[in-house]
């Protein structure tokens, strides 16, 4: 293995699902490469990661964890991502800037297929990434009986690095497969160089004509080799897995215990020798070359003492605090390491550093020389929400103050969503955990409290016949009085038709001034029909009326249309009419038939079923559920599926409801207006 030279800052992400041990893997590298005095521990809450309370509390990532160190006199930074579907964002965001991605597992084969949406997503974008194995030490599982499963999940193929050293069922050493040495753990220290344990070298023969097999699919000169039979050296096998991981050719697959230390060293010596440089990553995601700032904003925080902050690697150029940014002077430079905040002094090409007050620049911007940003063209969109909460403040003079708390929220999370519908303000997001923890931000960070509630259900009501209608409106009291008279006849509208007025007066029975008043009245009228919802799908005709020639005016009109509906409409036999949405699942086929049941226990409708496009395995099913019983849909599909099932829907059509589920919505939309 040829020496490198010291090499400008390269990134690395640490991804992969949630309990998988992100943040220990982060502690056992920053100790190995003596950024730490000691490793900390998330149970007992000592990470340099996750040190925010909301992280702490739950003891999980809930953004970047980003850390620096030296390796060998190379600087490094890392990008600790949240390892929860519902905060994934946030990771695909990190991975953006990465020069390689780090995706650590569990040592549990049924597990695999939580894997795969994170797996595409890398291979679609061309990202380099390798697999390490944690927990390896608490397992009998065999590499090879996990590796043909992990497989299953990835398109490139799994190249296994090393194999393990077993003492009964403890993993207590590997033997790298390029360098044919042994080695035997020790923990959170580097480890003892031994003899090739006699019994180990069948198998290590084995996996090395398999790592050298597939590696030779990508070089015609390693394939002649080995056809003639020919042992390449050491340097020409590392060469090549270097050339094949930067290309997105291979995953190299890597194992230990970030627990214990093991296997870092190993993973160390790996990510220093073969990781790409910054400009091979900037030449890959089509960024141009040359001495001029560019910079990528993949992260927003808004941080009570600094303000703004816009998180981003710089590509090349270099750049200094209180230098001038184009037309204004830049307000801070600052370096991450955990929750601390550091000031700058430059940066330069390969680094990550936070831009302060930049206030019109997003997360996925590229910056200029000029300061300048324009979206990123294949930035990742965040995934439609499929969940919500209703908002309203404790304290309604925090109205304004928590528009503005949520505006920063929807900076820092493009994820979220923030919707204003039937007079409740409804925050959105990816499940349950998504919108608990932005709602600790509002009161933790934000200082604004807030209650929650369900959304309401879009219910309508319309009507089944037409009536004709009788209305006077009549009030003397000193002075001017009000009087107004009007015919209507309500008739129902095909679905989806909306609402129409029409005007049949003839012979000035009233004046034409007054009519739009009328319109008006039947509208106020239409917002709360018999059943207690807005009314849809009708059309009102004007047919006759009277009127006086001091005591009439445009209110006493409007109060006589209101009127006239709210006396016609319980006698068209009105009929409540529930929202369906248009769902669309993809899972896994192995749990196909679950969802099958929920959508059955949901009162759903099953359209079709197809093999999902691209993602062999998968499946994408279809169907008709009302908008009532998808409230907590995300969390019961994800329960089922490990996480792995994912769903979006749009609003379809609306539907009738009838018998005791129509009389319970009504109940209680009477409780509710009576409270």
């Known amino acids: 293995m040829t020496a490198r030279q010291p090499s400008a800052a390269r990134v690395a992400a640490l991804v992969g699902p949630y309990t998988a041990g992100k943040t220990s893997l982060l502690e056992a590298l920053l100790f190995a490469a003596d950024a730490l005095p000691r490793k900390g521990s998330v149970a007992a809450g000592t990470s340099l990661g996750d040190a925010a309370p909301e992280a702490r509390s739950r003891q999980m990532t809930i953004e970047p964890n980003i850390a620096g160190c030296r390796f060998l006199d190379d600087p490094w930074v890392f990008l600790d991502c949240p390892g929860s579907v519902e905060l994934a964002q946030e990771a695909l965001a990190a991975l953006m800037v990465a020069d390689i991605a780090i995706v650590v597992a569990e040592p549990d084969p049924a597990r695999a297929v939580v894997l795969a949406p994170l797996l595409k997503f890398l291979d679609a974008r061309r990202i380099p990434h390798l697999l390490f194995v944690n927990k390896l030490d608490r397992t009998d599982i065999r590499m090879r009986d996990l590796l043909a ?31 044919e040495r042994a080695y035997r753990w020790r923990e959170n220290a580097a480890s003892d160089l031994i003899g090739m344990p006699t019994e180990l070298q069948p198998r290590e023969s084995e996996a090395r004509q398999q790592l050298l097999e597939t590696i030779a699919d990508f070089d015609d000169a390693l394939l002649e080799q080995l056809l003639e039979d020919s042992v390449p050296g050491p340097a020409d096998i590392y060469a090549q897995l270097r ?155 925090d109205e304004v103050k928590l528009t503005a708390a ?51 259900t879009a219910y309508r009501e319309t009507i089944r016949h037409g009536a004709h209608q009788h209305a006077r409106f009549k009030r003397q009291s000193g002075g001017h009085g009000q009087f ?113 049941a929920i959508v059955s226990a949901r009162r759903g409708q099953i359209l079709g079923m197809a093999a999902r496009e691209g993602w062999p395995g998968w499946d994408q099913i279809d169907c008709y559920m009302p908008e009532a019983e998808m409230r907590d849909l995300a969390v019961e599909l994800r329960s089922a599926t490990m996480g792995v099932g994912g769903f979006t829907s749009c609003f379809d059509h609306l539907q009738e409801l009838a018998g005791k589920l129509a009389d319970r919505v009504v109940e209680d939309r009477r409780r509710a207006l009576a409270a």
């Open 484 to 596: 107004a008279d009007i015919k209507i006849d309500i008739a129902p509208l095909p679905r989806g038709t909306g609402y129409s007025f029409v005007n049949r007066i003839v012979g000035g029975a009233i004046p034409k001034n007054f009519i739009p008043a009328v319109d008006e009245g039947v509208q106020d009228s239409l917002q709360r029909g018999p059943l207690g919802f807005p009314v849809i799908d009708v059309m009102v005709t004007l047919t006759d009326g009277q009127f006086h020639s001091v005591d009439s005016s445009d209110q006493a009109f409007r109060t006589a249309g209101s009127i006239a509906m709210s006396e016609g409409l319980p006698e068209c036999a009105p009929v409540l009419l529930e929202p369906i949405q248009a769902v669309s699942f993809t899972v896994p086929n192995e749990y196909t038939a679950k969802v099958h």
């Open 406 to 456: 949520l505006a920063r929220l929807r900076d820092e999370d493009p994820s979220l969503v923030i919707d204003q519908t039937d007079n409740q303000l409804l925050l959105r997001g990816q499940g349950e955990i998504h919108l608990k923890l932005a709602i600790d931000k509002l009161q933790q960070r934000f200082n604004v409290g807030v209650r929650t509630g369900l959304p309401f």
């Open 149 to 179: 499963v992990l497989q299953q999940v990835s398109d490139r193929p799994l190249v296994l690095r090393e194999v393990p050293i077993r003492d009964g069922e403890t993993v207590t050493g590997y033997v790298d497969l390029v360098s």
């Open 243 to 397: 050339k094949d991981l930067a290309g997105d050719l291979i995953v190299p697959v890597f194992f230990g215990s970030a627990e214990h230390g093991n296997g870092v060293m190993r993973l160390w010596k790996a990510l220093r020798h073969e990781t790409p440089q910054p400009a091979e990553t900037a030449t890959r995601l089509g960024l141009a070359t040359g001495d001029t700032l560019s910079a990528t904003v993949f992260k927003t925080l808004h941080q009570p003492h600094t303000g703004k902050l816009s998180i981003a690697r710089l590509w090349q150029g270099s750049i200094a605090e209180n230098t001038q940014f184009g037309s204004r002077r830049l307000a801070g430079l600052y370096r991450l390491q955990g929750a601390a905040v550091e000031r700058a002094g430059q940066a330069t090409a390969g680094d990550v550093v936070a831009f302060g007050r930049l206030d019109d620049i997003a997360t996925g911007m590229q910056l200029d020389v000029d300061g300048h940003g324009m979206p990123v063209a294949d930035w990742p969109m965040p995934a439609a929400p499929v969940h919500a909460v209703a908002l309203t403040p404790t304290d309604r003079k």
